[in-house]
């Protein structure tokens, strides 16, 4: 049971503990927070008590330490935060209220809070609320995507589709010429357009399955890595290329999906080669909680101005030179996100690019 709160044993008595018992049960953040006022009466700050396992996950902050904080007392400017005004608003006024909020520096003067929360303030007594917090962040980040596969159809599926639509009109005027040269290139062009079209059905669908539910398990990379070098071998020996694996570790991941990024990385530094034969590194480090993981190749590279917008749905770098539709970074970072871990681009030193991601280093235990 989550330590006692002196106040709220005033308040409630003998219930304070059954109280405690059963919002300590809950999966979503609970938290109290009394009022402290000067001689006047006004609020002069607002001191935090109970707490729930729930919210000491969410803030990062242990149980033990999070009763008995003095908000202003800590961090002064706490005061101009809407959050901040909101508490002492329904203290004074004894309405609750509710209101979706976002955060995203990841540090408050409560705890560590990042992501998108539905937040119930409800009285409690005459100088306390209670906070109540349900986490929206994942459902609004699909709510978004699913913004993105609205204006993939309605952007990117569109012009395949007109130009397919265009190609057969003129095909079916020629007709009755029959297979003249030029009607068998109009042929070739709705073939043509008609697998485009696919490939970007295809890829939406792709995008739309990866990194939704992680099979999670140990993981030994350095052997998912020679299954993705094994089915790139041919593609390798056809460009005279080079792929270099250094030991890899075991971390704590979907198999699958995260060979897919693997697979994709790679792939992309044997395709974006440049006039020399392409050459690949993969290798790891530990970086505090994370092992990063590095994939440098000797290509053509990405444009600065780009490095973000790459691993956007359909978002090519290099526009029709090299053959894809631009799915397969937008895949690696939603996967990679839901490990997660995080992912980006930068300039190799001497050309070429290296794919940099992260994912959560095992607990010692784990």
């Not at 329904?90 to 540090?107: D, F, H, K, M, N």
Request: one cysteine or more.
């Amino acid at each position: 049971m989550s330590p006692a709160d002196p106040r709220l044993e005033a308040l409630f008595g003998d219930g304070a503990s059954a109280f405690r018992t059963a919002f300590d049960l809950l999966p979503d953040p609970v938290g109290i927070v009394w009022a402290i006022r000067d001689r006047s009466g006004a609020i002069a700050d607002l001191q935090t008590g109970y707490s729930n396992p729930a919210m000491g996950r969410t803030i990062g902050v242990p149980l033990e330490a999070s009763i008995g904080r003095r908000l202003l007392a800590e961090v002064p400017q706490f005061t101009e935060d809407e959050t901040y005004q909101r508490l002492c608003r329904v203290i004074e006024t004894g309405r609750p209220e509710a209101v979706e909020i976002s955060v995203a520096s990841g540090r408050g003067p409560v705890g560590r809070v990042r992501g998108t929360f539905l937040h119930r303030v409800i009285p409690l007594g005459t100088d306390g609320v209670l906070s109540l917090v349900t986490d929206l962040t994942e459902q609004r980040r699909m709510e978004d995507e699913l913004r993105d596969y609205a204006n993939v159809a309605a952007h990117d599926l569109r012009e395949p589709i007109m130009a397919a639509g265009f190609f057969t009109d003129l095909l079916a005027q020629r007709l009755a010429d029959g297979r003249t040269p030029e009607n068998e290139q109009l042929l070739q062009s709705v073939r043509r357009t008609h697998a485009r079209a696919r490939t970007l059905v295809d890829g939406v669908l792709e995008y739309a399955r990866c990194g939704t539910s992680l099979a999670v398990d140990a993981v030994d990379t350095s052997e998912l890595m020679a299954d993705v070098a094994a089915s790139l071998a041919s593609a390798v020996k056809r460009l005279d290329g080079r792929l270099e694996v250094s030991r890899l570790p075991t971390v704590r991941a979907d198999q699958a999906q995260l060979g897919r990024v693997f697979q994709n990385l790679v792939a992309n530094g044997l395709k974006f080669h440049a006039d020399e034969p392409p050459r690949v590194t993969v290798s790891a480090e530990r970086h505090d909680d994370s092992w990063l993981f590095n994939v440098r190749d000797n290509g053509i590279g990405v444009p600065p101005e780009l490095a973000d917008d790459i691993f956007s749905m359909f978002k090519r770098a290099h526009g029709d030179d090299v053959e894809g539709c631009g799915i397969g970074l937008a895949v690696c970072r939603k996967i990679v996100e839901a490990h997660g871990g995080v992912i980006w681009a930068e300039p190799a030193d001497v050309g070429g690019t290296v794919m940099r991601f992260t994912v959560p280093a095992p607990h010692p235990s784990g």
